[in-house]
């Protein structure tokens, strides 16, 4: 049996046995990337909150619930584009983004930094622009063209697209769907806004097709605007289109960020 040790705390289960449950001060149980063990905390909570020494832990668990609440901000106001292009990993890595994201914030004190104020920064822009929310189907892989973004309606457009050239096409695919997100949120105050633009669907052919999507409206509000583009592909079927593989391949990537 061999572990791979993580933070002194935290190891992946490597063997041929795999195991669930307590055994003295090793806790196994299944996580989305294997089986993995930890061992117990031999500090109380109460100490923890209230002990001098345990500051540090404090601060580091103020900015980590801010950070994950941020994600699931994020991810929450944009569930019509995400609900069918996502990996199984998506909220861990979208914390992950979001940990550099509240680091970019150089004027809070410690265990008081925020991604709202990281966000006003270029560096927290930066970290969290083009974010992928599907690992397994980047947009750069996807779709091999290049393409434009106005800032000022969220519009995206792709010229002298031919779909079986310049798309990654997945077996059974044949057809494919682009959609544009403008999103107005504001991470202080939980407020948002998504603007869609109309679906373009096309045949998965020689043919060339110059995009252009523009979301119905300008989203309100006084937070960051984000955008997004995503690529879906679907199989049709006596002319009914159904999703390819519920979603696998589909790309979502968060394009820009203001």
Not at 66 to 78: D, E, F, H, P, Y
Not at 172 to 198: M, R, W
Request: aromatic share 6%.
């Amino acid at each position: 049996m061999v572990y791979d040790i993580k933070m002194k705390i935290m190891a992946k289960l490597r063997s041929i046995i795999k195991i669930e449950g307590t055994l003295g001060d090793l806790t196994f149980y299944k996580g989305k990337q294997g089986y993995l063990v930890k061992t117990k905390s031999g500090v109380s909570k109460a100490r923890i909150q209230s002990d001098p020494a345990f500051a540090r832990t404090r601060e580091n668990g103020t900015e980590f619930g801010n950070v994950a609440s941020a994600g699931k901000l994020l991810r929450r106001a944009i569930l019509d584009l995400m609900v069918d292009a996502k990996d199984g990993l998506v909220t861990s890595r979208l914390t992950q983004v979001m940990a550099k994201v509240k680091n970019a914030d150089t004027t809070s004190a410690r265990g008081e930094r925020n991604v709202a104020l990281g966000l006003q920064s270029i560096q927290g822009q930066t970290e969290l622009k083009g974010f992928n929310f599907n690992a397994n189907a980047l947009l750069g892989v996807v779709l091999r063209s290049d393409f434009n973004l106005d800032t000022a309606t969220g519009t995206v457009t792709i010229p002298n697209i031919i779909p079986i050239q310049n798309l990654e096409v997945p077996d059974g695919a044949t057809h494919v769907s682009l959609i544009a997100g403008f999103l107005n949120l504001d991470f202080a105050t939980q407020e948002k806004d998504l603007q869609l633009s109309p679906v373009t669907n096309l045949p998965i052919d020689g043919v060339a097709s110059s995009i252009t999507l523009t979301p119905v409206g300008v989203p309100v509000g006084a937070g960051n605007q984000c955008y997004f583009l995503k690529v879906a592909f679907f199989q049709e079927v006596n002319a009914v289109q159904y999703p390819l593989n519920n979603g696998a391949f589909n790309a979502l990537q968060l394009i820009d960020v203001l």
